[in-house]
Structure formats: C-alpha cells, structure tokens
C-alpha cells in the first residue's frame, strides 16, 4: 500500500484561484484577470497519508525485532531446560539403579539374617536335646510389659462398687416385699 502512495502531493492550480496572490500580481505587473487565469501555479505538500503509514510500518518493525528476540531468548531457554531435563533424567536413571541395588542388598541381608536365627534356634534345641539337661528350650527371651497385667486395682474397686450397689439394693426390696407381705397376711 505504500509503494502506491506518493511521498508528496503535487497541486497545479490558477493564480487567480488564490486571491492574495492574483491581486498582488496584478497591483505589481498590472496584467488582467484573463492573464493572470492562463498563469498556472504547482503547489508540493507532503503527503500526510504516506508519512502516517510510513510511522506505523517503523513502529510495526521494531514490534517485530522485540517479538523476534524473544522467540530467540525462549527457543534458548527451552534448549537449557531440555538439556537440564536430560541430566535431570540420567541422574535420576543413576539414583534408581543404585536405590535397586542398595534394596537388593538389604533384601539379601534380611533373608541372611533370618536364616542365620532359624540355624541358631535350630542349633539350640539340637543343644539341648542332645545335653538332655531340661526338656524347657528357651526359644526367645520374655520381654517384660510396660503396664503390670494384674491387680487392676481401680477396675476392681469398681466392680466390687457396682456388684456391693445391686446386692444392697436386692436386699432392700426383699425386705420391702415380705414385709408388705406379711402385713396383706396380717389383713385377711
């Protein structure tokens, strides 16, 4: 569109067709208004169209070179993320391969040790059988409990409460009822 626009505009007109001018000429070389319309006057103006379009052609590359650099700067953050992720990925391959094997190990050692107790167990009954000394083999020792299993004091406290309420009570209505009894008998 702007190829097609003329960077400046030229008018061609009448000298008469400005008054100011046309009656200047006339007071200075006294020619008649026929003359003076014969005389043709070329005006240039800059056109305002092709300077308006040539601003927004400069303002929309310079939008262009910003847009441009930052698709640069992020198609190289992208290529330094990449690169982050494929490290990321081969340490994180590493770390597994020896998490597995540092797990295989533990396994090996549990499967050992667990073996390892059965032979000794085994061992110790095999001990104490051949000694013949006592038929008890002690297989694990006791682990003695945090809280003591017995007396609950508080626990029986309350149930010698609960059952000494009943049997009172019983006791009290048993009575209410042969007396009662005993005093319908007195009646009849």
């Not at 006294?30 to 006057?41: F, H, P, T, V, Y």
């Not at 013949?132 to 809280?147: H, L, T, Y």
């Amino acid at each position: 569109m702007i190829g097609k626009t003329p960077q400046k505009l030229i008018t061609d007109r009448a000298l008469l067709s400005d008054e100011l001018l046309s009656k200047m000429m006339k007071e200075k070389t006294g020619l008649a208004s026929e003359d003076l319309a014969k005389i043709k006057m070329s005006a240039e103006q800059i056109n305002m169209i092709y300077v308006e379009l040539s601003n927004m052609i400069n303002e929309l590359e310079v939008k262009l070179s910003n847009l441009e650099a930052q698709r640069v700067n992020i198609e190289q953050v992208i290529q330094e993320s990449q690169k982050e992720i494929e490290n990321l990925q081969t340490e994180y391959a590493d770390k597994q391969y020896k998490y597995d094997m540092l797990k295989m190990e533990i396994d090996l050692s549990k499967e050992t040790y667990n073996a390892y107790q059965r032979k000794y167990k085994e061992s110790m009954i095999m001990e104490s059988a051949d000694i013949g000394k006592s038929n008890v083999v002690i297989v694990s020792e006791a682990i003695p409990p945090v809280k003591p299993v017995s007396p609950r004091k508080v626990f029986n406290v309350a149930i010698a409460a609960v059952v000494g309420i009943a049997i009172s009570f019983s006791i009290v209505f048993m009575k209410e009822y042969l007396l009662r009894d005993k005093q319908k008998n007195a009646h009849i």
